[in-house]
């Protein structure tokens, strides 16, 4: 048992990510203590259901003793072993050939890294080897939407694009640009669906052109943007952008760090659509957060070129020391097993249409202007006035007030600043552990906008 005052002193020498500094040396860290099933319990022994899957990524849920029996055993047995210079572990090996398995067609060879950063990061570097291994060095530039969220690595922190990300780091940097989000609630084509895909595709079109074809090396996305407020685009967004990549002769890399392993229904948010990406960035939900990684995937054809480029035996100069780390690769292998044989994708689709459906009835609430999502994976979006869809002023700060309420009722999920409530409770939820969610959820919005006036 540690001196919990003594840990709060000691917390200052940890610079959190994405935290307001001087805002947390004001109000110290929140320590979480242990988690089972879906539950977290923090260091005074306060208990909360966690509607947010950690940082989205816990989709099995906590405490499952399969993957903790996995981990142990590989730990017990090779802790480590380096993927450079032609070496493997049997962990990796497999989990590669999995994922080629299960990933949208034709997307057989897999990356391996820390996480979703990284992964991104990955990407871009491969991206940039490929075309200038084919002979086409001019195509550099980078395609991403406005509010997308594609990690904070040093190049893709400028994909991401959200202000927070950029303020003071140069980005993005001239070779990034971003097109407006699919965002069908504030669209000036809204509500109606179909404009707003085609405003989409035309916006991709002028951008490229605006850029120039033989310029342009690829477009990003995310199925659902996540951190940029759980945005859902229209029906056919994936294919619809899919078709204008090959169009315009650009790849089309898909980021599915928070939509990957069931968190939408399917084992990837691209099977909805028929879609398969040029690339695929895949972390969180992979080892369900029990252990860093991340993963790539990149088509044959792109695998074939680099590996061609390297023919006269010049290594691929791209990788980490932890890259296929046997230790995670075991985590994501018996994580798998779950989602599969142990019917959490399953569950997870059962129990998330139900998720929408109890959440939608918030939508006429007072105070509440969108109910979104898909899966389990969804936002409500707060509004001062819903015919408007003005917001409350900022300083009511009426996300945190709707936490706040929730936290003292045992709920935790996100609330971002601009008052949109995210969530994306684990695959391994019940319908009665939906409906607590939809009542402590309830009453906190009643109690926060009551407030208010
Ligand atoms: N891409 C997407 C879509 C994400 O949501 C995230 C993280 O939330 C990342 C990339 C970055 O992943 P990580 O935080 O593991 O570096």
């Not at 994976?377 to 002023?393: F, G, R, T």
Request: hydrophobic content about 40%.
């Amino acid at each position: 048992m540690h001196d919990i005052d003594l840990l709060v002193r000691q917390d200052r020498h940890w610079v959190h990510p994405v935290t307001a500094l001087m805002q947390h040396e004001a109000v110290g860290p929140s320590i979480w203590k242990s988690a089972q099933g879906i539950h977290l319990t923090d260091i005074h022994g306060k208990r909360v259901q966690d509607a947010f899957s950690g940082l989205w990524c816990v989709n099995a849920g906590y405490g499952q003793p399969t993957i903790v029996q996995a981990a142990r055993e590989q730990l017990e047995q090779l802790p480590y072993a380096t993927g450079y210079f032609h070496f493997a572990s049997e962990p990796a090996i497999e989990l590669a050939a999995r994922l080629a398995a299960l990933a949208p067609e034709g997307l057989n060879r897999v990356v391996f890294g820390q996480g979703g950063s990284d992964a991104v990061d990955t990407a871009i570097r491969l991206v940039r080897y490929y075309f200038n291994a084919i002979g086409k060095p001019d195509k550099k530039q980078f395609i991403g939407l406005q509010r997308g969220y594609h990690g904070t690595s040093t190049t893709g922190s400028g994909l991401t694009a959200l202000p927070l990300f950029h303020r003071y780091f140069d980005v993005p940097t001239p070779q990034q640009h971003h097109i407006a989000s699919p965002y069908t609630y504030r669209h000036p084509d809204g509500p109606d669906e179909s404009k707003v895909l085609l405003s989409t595709v035309k916006a991709l079109e002028d951008k490229v052109a605006e850029i120039g074809a033989d310029n342009v090396a690829a477009f990003i996305c995310e199925p659902i943007q996540g951190s940029g407020g759980v945005i859902v685009p229209p029906q056919g967004f994936l294919k619809a952008m899919r078709e204008t990549c090959d169009r315009l002769g650009i790849l089309l890399i898909v980021d599915e760090v928070i939509t990957g392993f069931g968190r939408t229904g399917p084992m990837f948010a691209c099977e909805a659509e028929g879609v398969s990406p040029d690339m695929l960035t895949l972390a969180k939900g992979l080892t369900s957060g029990y252990a860093p990684m991340g993963a790539t995937l990149i088509s044959e054809h792109i695998y074939e070129t680099i590996a061609q480029a390297g023919s006269d035996g010049t290594a691929l100069g791209h990788g980490q020391t932890y890259a296929g780390h046997p230790v995670s690769a075991a985590i994501a292998n018996a994580t798998l097993d779950l989602y599969l044989e142990g019917g959490l994708l399953e569950n997870g689709y059962r129990v998330g249409a139900y998720f929408q459906q109890r959440l939608k009835q918030l939508e006429s609430m007072a105070g509440v202007g969108e109910v979104r999502g898909r899966g389990m994976l969804a936002a409500v979006e707060l509004v001062h006035d819903k015919q408007s869809k003005a917001k409350a002023p900022a300083a009511l700060q009426m996300g945190q007030q709707v936490l706040k309420h929730a936290f003292a009722e045992g709920l935790v999920f996100r609330a971002f600043s601009d008052d949109i409530l995210g969530f994306a409770p684990s695959l391994n939820y019940t319908e009665a552990d939906i409906d607590v969610l939809i009542d402590i959820l309830k009453y906190s919005i009643e109690k926060a906008v009551s407030s208010s006036l």
